[in-house]
């Protein structure tokens, strides 16, 4: 069993790696031209070589040189915002400002770890949705709809 | 006198009522949102820069300096009344400052923070308007080979100057240079790595980058940490003493001296001039004891110079198009989406963009001073709301603010995504700001050396043989060995430990 000197730095190192050879791999299908006259891959090919053996080099250090390992990462905070965000994206257009603010105070206010006050929340979004229609549509003139589609 | 003139050119400009209206408006929300825990300027820009879009390009600029400067000192207030640094280069505000606060002296710190901050502001507003000329001057000589290796030494002197792994830095460079060149490519015309999406034909939208990798998943970051218990001190009173002052002002003088030269150069301006002054005035002092304990220099130094430095960090940019910081690499990434192309050319063809620029970072500072010290106990107020019911309602603005720059919701998406890519970085060790500054530079070094290239039939060599390049090559390259030297390597890692 390979020990890894830090976990940290060796799954950096892995993800850079990944990414250069990625981009590497998605440059082919561009013209790479000539040094005197450069094609749309040219650069990124260099990047991501770059990236590759500096990927590399980490990996290395992270084998054999002690860290930091990876901080054990929370699940709620996580998902909760992101899907907000998601949640926000999909409806704006559909459903309008006052449903998406709604939903983005609801599903992100999840995002705090500790048990949900849902009262207060439920209040604190209802009290950000008029906020926010009044303060972007009414008062900034955003081109949004309050309710449906614009 | 050509200094004064141009200053003219620039007050006349900044001080339109519409111009002041922003340039307050921008140090408000500046501070409302710098003075939250955990959020540091960078956050509070990125934030906030959907809304500055809308404006012409000197009004957006100038309300962008305004949130800068109000975020900034929206970090002292926290540094000092809480003991919680929104950025590196207030912990060491945190130092001393809260020492005080603790002493009931709250109040003298503010006040002195926010004096020292303007003293420096209006320092640092005279030396840019009396040097960024000359260096402008310099700069026109400079071809694509020059501003290619100029950048090569930007981006190594950042990686090199801020703490971190360098090796990691660098890739993230590399990284933030490759999202950069996401969109269609000027020269050839050719579309590359949007896997179709429209919405990447013209380049990822940096705002989407700037919300997701700084704003949102720095709240990600607070969120998953414990709620500290937050003890707000009490403000006490607001003037500082004849004696207090006496003690301070060759600390701010000093500190605004050291801020204004090393602001100039590339890498954490701020961030090196804040520690930088805190030394020095530890190691002059007559009582070194003092320091750590409510030792006023030791707020009065690193503020001023603090400062100074955020004002001298914009010569670069607005001289030689290159940021020498995250911060200034957003603003410049602002400039872009208004269609000016940071550089020499700014002060040439748009005096009154610059000067004008230049004068509103006086404005600024004086506004804050005026402003913030009387609205202290609104901030301190603010202070007091959990962060619980906080972080939703900036949720909110982060959504509406992304969806209104093109009103696409691609870009809400785009927001996530970088948001998650943050949380990976965040996880892995890797400091965001280099991506940042990559992902600015991305398409200019490109268009650089592609023409240096073109100029040299293909040569590499090219870069150099030409002297100012080879230079700044040489640097750059002087600076990478100096890290791999063991002795240099523990005296970085000294300057960035606390």
Redesign the interface.
């Known amino acids: 069993m390979l020990r890894i000197g830090s976990q940290q730095n060796f799954w950096a190192g892995v993800f850079f790696l990944c990414c250069g050879i990625f981009e590497i791999v998605l440059s082919m299908q561009y013209d790479i031209g000539n040094p005197e006259n450069m094609g749309p891959s040219f650069m990124p090919v260099l990047l991501g070589i770059g990236l590759a053996i500096l990927g590399i080099i980490i990996v290395a250090n992270g084998l054999t040189v002690g860290g930091p390992g990876i901080e054990p990462g929370h699940w709620r905070p996580f998902v909760c915002i992101i899907a907000a965000l998601v949640l926000f994206a999909l409806l704006i257009k559909t459903a309008g400002l006052a449903v998406s603010t709604f939903l983005v105070v609801m599903v992100g206010g999840c995002a705090y770890r500790a048990k949900v006050p849902w009262l207060r929340l439920l209040l604190l979004a209802v009290g950000m949705t008029i906020f926010s229609v009044v303060l972007f549509i009414y008062i900034l003139g955003q081109p949004i709809a309050v309710w449906g589609t614009a | 006198m050509d200094i004064m003139h141009n200053l003219g050119i620039g007050f006349a400009a900044a001080l339109s009522f519409q111009n002041l209206g922003f340039c307050l408006i921008g140090a408000l929300l500046g501070t409302l949102i710098g003075v939250l825990p955990g959020i540091g300027p960078l956050a509070t820009i990125a934030m906030l820069l959907p809304i500055t879009l809308d404006l012409n390009a000197l009004s957006s600029l100038i309300m962008l300096a305004g949130i800068y400067y109000g975020a900034q000192y929206g970090g002292s207030t926290t540094a000092i009344l809480v003991n919680m640094p929104g950025e590196s280069s207030s912990v060491v505000t945190c130092l001393d400052g809260y020492q005080m606060a603790r002493q009931g002296r709250a109040g003298s710190a503010l006040a002195i923070a926010a004096i020292g901050s303007f003293f420096a502001g209006c320092v640092g507003t005279l030396f840019i308007a009396a040097f960024a000329p000359t260096l402008a001057a310099v700069s026109q000589k400079f071809q694509s080979p020059e501003y290619f290796a100029l950048m090569l030494f930007g981006l190594v002197a950042a990686v090199v100057l801020a703490h971190g792994?360098v090796?990691?830095a660098?890739?993230m460079i590399?990284?933030g240079?490759?999202f950069g060149?996401v969109g269609t490519?000027v020269?050839?015309g050719?579309v590359?790595?949007t896997f179709g999406v429209s919405e990447l034909f013209d380049g990822i939208d940096f705002v989407t980058v700037a919300m997701g990798l700084f704003g949102?998943a720095e709240?990600?970051r607070n969120?998953?940490q414990k709620d500290a218990e937050r003890q707000i001190s009490a403000i006490g009173r607001l003037w500082p003493s004849r004696r207090e002052m006496r003690d301070a002002w060759p600390a701010i003088i000093r500190g605004t001296f050291i801020g204004s030269i090393l602001g100039i150069l590339p890498g954490g301006g701020a961030i090196l001039s804040s520690f930088a002054s805190y030394t020095l005035e530890k190691r002059i002092s007559k009582n070194p004891s003092s320091f750590g304990n409510g030792a006023i220099q030791g707020v009065a130094g690193p503020e001023s110079a603090n400062n100074a430095g955020a004002q001298t960090s914009f010569i670069p940019l607005l001289t030689l198009g290159i940021p020498s910081n995250p911060v200034i690499a957003l603003l410049m990434g602002a400039m872009i989406i208004k269609g000016i192309a940071p550089g020499t050319a700014v002060m040439i063809k748009e005096p009154t963009l610059f000067w004008g620029l230049v004068a509103s970072m006086w404005i600024g500072n004086l506004m804050l001073m005026v402003i913030n010290l009387p609205l202290i106990g609104l901030w301190v107020k603010l202070l007091r709301i959990p962060?619980?019911?906080l972080?939703?309602?900036i949720?909110?603005?982060c959504?509406?603010g992304v969806?209104?720059v093109s009103?696409s919701?691609?870009a809400?998406?785009m927001?996530?995504g970088f948001?998650?890519l943050g949380?990976?970085f965040a996880?892995?060790?890797?400091e965001g700001a280099p991506f940042l500054l990559g992902f600015v530079l991305g398409p200019l070094?490109?268009e650089n050396?592609?023409r240096s290239?073109?100029l040299s039939?293909?040569?590499?060599m090219i870069l150099i043989q030409r002297p100012i390049s080879a230079a700044l090559i040489a640097c750059a390259i002087g600076l990478l060995l100096l890290t791999v030297i063991p002795s240099f390597q523990k005296t970085r890692e000294e300057a960035f430990q606390e």
């Open positions: 792994s090796t990691k660098l890739a590399l990284l240079l490759s060149l490519d020269t050839s050719t590359r790595f949102l709240i990600l969120l998953e962060y619980q019911w972080f939703p309602a949720l909110v603005f959504c509406v969806y209104s009103n919701y691609v809400v998406l927001t996530a948001t998650v949380y990976i996880k892995l060790g890797c070094m490109e050396l592609r290239m073109l039939g293909g040569d590499p």
